[in-house]
């Protein structure tokens, strides 16, 4: 967000919240700096201290803010609850600061100003810094920074790893315009490509960077599955609607995360109809009818249990589509045969059922995600 309000980060310090922690923190901030924020130790509890340790820095002292108790007061009878003395000390606010409401909390933000420098503290609770860095801090840099036009257009991959992507690129990459820069983003299962380019005149960057994404995307079309604020799920979702086409999961390893995933767009009840997390075998077979003598041969973790599974539940709930995942995600539970992050996933269509291993890390939180992203993927390439 700051950076596509032109901010550029200079860096980011964990403090330690003691009053000595966030005083050296501050010391170090370089005359140049134009915008500091901060984030946490605005609550009610004796252990928040930053509020009095900013107000003790800047000078001043804490003042009653009757706007920030009326906003208290607002939030505690949606709770139907009463407002006590340790809550009404949150409408006390440094003199030296400006009061900045915080509508999804009680703890309001704080804006002080010295030498050019614009000091902002915000609640820890991350959907109230979220609603003060939108309400207040952007409209501020709008204002009051000089940041230009920054433009943006970002490449969503998958498929192919980092270094991999740079290699098929670089001779692309060594003849970009001096003023665009590139930055690789890798998460599990995919790498974000980001082009940035900053001036003044928006009409001719637009033409600079347009001109440099018309040129890359030849150059690894395969990979690319989204762009700019497109995410797997939304892409998926698009598909699946235009198809008037339903979607189930059968998950095993991923613990109903793809489900979870799919049904955090809006509207998805459209198209999703319902998900089996099938940990235990004996769900693999009552539920999703996988045959016990293959569990016996073949184990949980192989290509006609997942296959099964998929069909299984595309036919128990109904639907047009089916993605089923089975794998060891650990730390433990590998054998030398099935290593932990063997993976396999399956999709299955009115056209037939697709299988596929993957032998991902031994990172459990990754191979979830990475089993996740790989599974959507997938289907979206079997709906193309």
């Known amino acids: 967000t700051l950076n596509d309000a032109g901010v550029d980060i200079d860096r980011v310090l964990s403090v330690r919240d003691t009053k000595s922690g966030i005083i050296e923190a501050l010391d170090l901030i370089k005359p140049t700096t134009k915008l500091v924020l901060i984030t946490g130790g605005l609550g009610p509890t004796r252990d928040d201290i930053t509020k009095h340790t900013l107000n003790e820095y800047f000078g001043g002292e804490l003042v009653f803010n009757q706007e920030a108790y009326d906003n208290v007061e607002r939030i505690f009878k949606m709770f139907n609850r009463e407002v006590i003395e340790v809550n009404r000390q949150q409408a006390f606010v440094p003199s030296a600061s400006k009061m900045l409401l915080n509508e999804m909390g009680t703890a309001p933000g704080m804006l002080f100003e010295r030498h050019g420098t614009y000091y902002i503290s915000m609640p820890g609770v991350p959907y109230e810094m979220k609603h003060i860095v939108?309400?207040?801090?952007?409209?501020?840099?709008?204002?009051?920074?000089?940041?230009?036009?920054?433009?943006?257009?970002?490449?969503?991959?998958?498929?192919?790893?980092?270094?991999?992507?740079?290699?098929?690129?670089?001779?692309?990459?060594?003849?970009?315009?001096?003023?665009?820069?590139?930055?690789?983003?890798?998460?599990?299962?995919?790498?974000?490509?980001?082009?940035?380019?900053?001036?003044?005149?928006?009409?001719?960057?637009?033409?600079?960077?347009?001109?440099?994404?018309?040129?890359?995307?030849?150059?690894?079309?395969?990979?690319?599955?989204?762009?700019?604020?497109?995410?797997?799920?939304?892409?998926?979702?698009?598909?699946?609607?235009?198809?008037?086409?339903?979607?189930?999961?059968?998950?095993?390893?991923?613990?109903?995360?793809?489900?979870?995933?799919?049904?955090?767009?809006?509207?998805?009840?459209?198209?999703?109809?319902?998900?089996?997390?099938?940990?235990?075998?004996?769900?693999?077979?009552?539920?999703?009818?996988?045959?016990?003598?293959?569990?016996?041969?073949?184990?949980?973790?192989?290509?006609?249990?997942?296959?099964?599974?998929?069909?299984?539940?595309?036919?128990?709930?109904?639907?047009?589509?089916?993605?089923?995942?089975?794998?060891?995600?650990?730390?433990?539970?590998?054998?030398?045969?099935?290593?932990?992050?063997t993976i396999w996933i399956a999709v299955s269509g009115p056209k037939g059922t697709k299988a596929q291993k993957f032998s991902f890390g031994n990172n459990r939180i990754r191979n979830i995600k990475k089993t996740t992203f790989m599974g959507m993927n997938m289907l979206r390439e079997l709906l193309l």
């Open 134 to 341: 939108n309400t207040h801090i952007l409209p501020l840099i709008k204002e009051k920074l000089n940041t230009g036009v920054v433009l943006h257009h970002t490449l969503l991959t998958q498929g192919v790893g980092e270094s991999f992507l740079a290699e098929m690129i670089k001779d692309w990459e060594n003849e970009l315009h001096s003023e665009l820069s590139l930055a690789y983003l890798p998460s599990p299962g995919m790498v974000k490509l980001r082009l940035t380019i900053k001036g003044e005149n928006e009409e001719r960057l637009q033409s600079i960077l347009s001109e440099a994404v018309s040129k890359v995307k030849p150059l690894i079309e395969k990979h690319i599955y989204g762009e700019e604020g497109d995410t797997l799920e939304i892409i998926l979702g698009k598909l699946l609607k235009d198809r008037k086409a339903t979607l189930a999961t059968a998950e095993s390893c991923t613990g109903g995360n793809i489900a979870r995933m799919i049904t955090s767009v809006a509207g998805s009840s459209a198209y999703f109809n319902g998900s089996v997390v099938a940990y235990a075998n004996e769900v693999k077979q009552n539920i999703l009818g996988v045959k016990e003598s293959d569990l016996i041969e073949y184990g949980a973790v192989s290509e006609p249990v997942v296959r099964q599974m998929a069909e299984g539940v595309k036919n128990a709930i109904g639907t047009h589509y089916a993605i089923a995942t089975s794998g060891i995600a650990g730390p433990d539970g590998g054998t030398e045969e099935k290593p932990v992050g």
